[in-house]
């Protein structure tokens, strides 16, 4: 029999192996289908579930849905809903006014995004465009023209095709058209390509202002393509575009949530393309924009 006494080999043979029976016991690896190996054992200080930033944009639209329009009231619930937070929930304001955005609550987006500006947080692209959709949904022009004028003139060279879109848009159904001429102006200028919507409803315009020169200088620079790319379910699909299409069917739906978005331009026919880049260097508008049109 062997010697079990402290300090003999036969004991050190002993421990090591109780030390290995005891590593393989309580760090074997159970191989999950879903998830791949995973510890046996899982850390209990990450089990507690933490609220995530959908919960919370949901908690934030119910906690000002139901106030008044009063500033101080709306600003006052918002500042108390973000006085815990370690950092500015970005996220879940974003959700939130996505939401607001659905059911169509433009005061309340219009409250929150000034709020989240006066912040200091969330000035991008897509916040000033959502601020620029519910002014307009709303009726504020003065204050939609305002807000367009400053994004304007910081960003001249990269601002989207959207903001000059839904500019023109707007005066299109006010009836404004001088100034719906110094925004297509603005845009060849800077070499921004109009939506074909945007070609359409200046064709409209220049139609009823009998500004036939006009007319025929657009369409030469911008003829109608022939087909056009939309994403249905996720897949690009090639389909004819009819030139009888409805100018009222295009002003009425929004162009920000158009299906079309920049794949419009792509056409696959080089007679087109050819076409489209022979106009370039030649102005539209020429004198349009410069004061001297009479509108009736």
């Known amino acids: 029999m ?3 006494r402290y300090g003999t080999p036969a004991f050190g043979l002993v421990l090591e192996r109780a030390a290995e029976v005891h590593f393989r016991k309580f760090n074997s690896v159970v191989v999950c289908g879903a998830r791949g190996p995973r510890p046996r054992y899982p850390r209990v200080w990450k089990t507690d579930k933490r609220i995530g930033t959908v919960s919370k944009s949901q908690k934030l639209v ?7 329009n009063v500033k101080e009231e709306v600003y006052g619930a918002l500042d108390s809903f973000v006085a815990w937070e370690l950092e500015f929930p970005l996220i879940a304001v974003k959700k939130a006014l996505h939401t607001l955005e659905e059911e169509k609550e433009w005061k309340r987006i219009i409250q929150v995004i000034k709020w989240m500006f006066n ?3 969330g000035k991008t692209m897509g916040s000033y465009q959502t601020l620029l959709t519910a002014l307009i949904e709303d009726g ?8 367009f004028g400053k994004i304007f003139s910081r960003y001249m060279e990269g601002l ?19 100034k719906m001429f110094e925004v297509f102006a603005d845009m060849e200028e800077l070499g921004v ?17 009998d500004m036939l020169d006009k007319y025929e200088k657009l369409n030469r620079k911008y003829p109608p393509p022939k087909f056009e790319y939309r994403y249905i379910k996720g897949k690009r699909i090639r389909i004819a575009v009819y030139p009888d299409d409805n100018i009222e069917e295009i002003t009425q739906r929004n162009s920000g ?10 056409n ?3 007679e087109f393309e050819e076409e489209a880049s022979t106009g370039l260097d030649q102005n539209v508008l020429g004198d349009a924009a410069s004061g001297d049109l009479e509108v009736v």
Do not use: H, W
């Open 119 to 121: 912040k200091g947080q």
């Open 160 to 178: 989207p095709r959207i903001f000059f879109m839904k500019m023109i848009s707007l005066y299109y159904s006010l009836g404004s058209y001088q």
């Open 268 to 270: 696959s026919d080089n």
């Open 257 to 266: 949530t158009d299906e079309l978005e920049e794949a419009e331009g792509i």
């Open 2 to 4: 062997l010697s079990l």
């Open 62 to 68: 119910k906690c000002i849905k139901d106030l008044s």
């Open 193 to 209: 390509r109009p939506d074909r919507s945007i070609v359409r409803m200046l064709s409209v315009v220049f139609k009823k202002l």
């Open 140 to 147: 504020r022009v003065e204050e939609a023209e305002e807000l």
